[in-house]
């Protein structure tokens, strides 16, 4: 797509439950990145892919969150048993070569946790 | 720990004038300082970034300040519109490889007439 594309756009939950967050990279980026933003801050490192391996898996918060991705394409991340301070937006970037320089992101999932 | 600490938090500048925001780092590994855009409910789009092999970088009314020995940088917009009005992130990495970014905390940007 001409784009990073990101569903849903909005998604409320009760808290306790699992939520699936999904990526679609630009074809053909080889690195994806997810991002979240919480009110009023900046964005927060979660994971890093390149193809279908994450060597980087060091700002995921707790063990409730996890990734993955299926090749060099969709990459969903879930985060199990949701809690009060999930609530934030959850950004996706991807990239055609390794390296911060072209980064695209998404428009992002806003979760809300009630 | 944060390491990327931007100034000021919300910034009102009025049409044509200059609006400056600041960043600091702490990790003198970084080397690589992007400033991304972001509108509301968009994601963050990169607007210009810099290396620390130059002190200044500049495209159109965007300039980048950086000074290495203070760990500084910033991001100038001459001739502030009202269309500039956006969230403003500054942050850092090592060029080096996949590297994260560090982002600030981010700076509100209003433009008035």
Not at chain 1, 30 to 47: D, N, S, V
Request: charged letters at 20%; hydrophobic letters at 30%; glycine letters at 10%.
């Amino acid at each position: 797509g001409a784009g990073v594309s990101q569903s849903p756009s909005n998604k409320v939950t009760e808290k306790g439950k699992d939520v699936e967050l999904r990526c679609d990279p630009i074809s053909g980026h080889t690195a994806l990145y997810w991002y979240r933003q919480r009110l009023g801050q900046g964005l927060e490192f979660l994971i890093y892919f390149q193809g279908n391996s994450a060597p980087d898996k060091s700002g995921l918060p707790s063990d409730r969150f996890s990734a993955e991705r299926t090749g060099e394409s969709v990459s969903t991340l879930t985060i199990q048993r949701t809690q009060q301070e999930d609530s934030a937006v959850y950004l996706c970037a991807s990239s055609f070569e390794t390296g911060p320089l072209r980064y695209t992101f998404g428009s992002g999932t806003r979760l809300t946790v009630v | 720990q944060q390491q990327v600490k931007q100034s000021p938090q919300s910034l009102i500048v009025q049409k044509g004038g200059i609006s400056i925001i600041n960043c600091a780092y702490e990790n003198t590994a970084f080397d690589y300082f992007p400033w991304y855009q972001q509108f509301p409910g968009k994601g963050p789009a990169l607007l210009i970034a810099i290396r620390p092999d130059v002190s200044e970088k500049k495209e159109g009314r965007f300039t980048i300040s950086f000074n290495k020995s203070a760990k500084q940088f910033s991001l100038h917009i001459m001739d502030s519109q009202p269309g500039d009005s956006a969230t403003y992130f500054c942050a850092a990495s090592r060029d080096f490889g996949n590297e994260k970014l560090t982002f600030g905390t981010g700076t509100r940007l209003t433009i008035i007439p």
